[in-house]
Nanobody, 127 residues
Framework: QVQLVESGGGSVQAGGSLRLSCAASGYTFSSYCMGWFRQAPGKEREGVASIDSDGSPSYADSVKGRFTISKDNAKNTLYLQMNSLKFEDTAMYYC?????????????????????WGQGTQVTVSS
């Protein structure tokens, strides 16, 4: 049974940092593309960053240079380091296992390209 459990969300002032974690279980974590997605109230879910099984990262333009995705295969854990946070980064953040071969293109739209979702963790940035 695949499980994805996010943690690390919270409230922070603009310019601050947060680190999200996603603990994965029930499958061979190292073999799959993983991604972070977010959804703000009234908006569609959007891609933030993904990391392929070989460790190659991809980022949405809106977070390039500020966010870093990484993973620890030994710990079956995915991370998202978020720096220089902006008010518009406020959203529910979701960890996901992405279907191959959509690892990079899942950031354009996750529809039909994600196999499993976590329950989400809220990030609130105050201006």
């Amino acid at each position: 049974q695949v499980q994805l459990v996010e943690s690390g969300g919270g409230s922070v002032q603009a310019g601050g940092s947060l680190r999200l974690s996603c603990a994965a279980s029930g499958y061979t974590f190292s073999s799959y593309c993983m991604g972070w997605f977010r959804q703000a109230p009234g908006k569609e879910r959007e891609g933030v960053a993904s990391i392929d099984s070989d460790g190659s990262p991809s980022y949405a333009d809106s977070v390039k240079g500020r966010f870093t995705i990484s993973k620890d295969n030994a710990k079956n854990t995915l991370y998202l380091q978020m720096n220089s946070l902006k008010f518009e980064d406020t959203a529910m953040y979701y960890c996901a296992r992405v279907r191959a071969p959509w690892c990079r293109r899942s950031l354009e739209s996750p529809l039909g390209r994600v196999s499993y979702w976590g329950q989400g963790t809220q990030v609130t940035v105050s201006s």
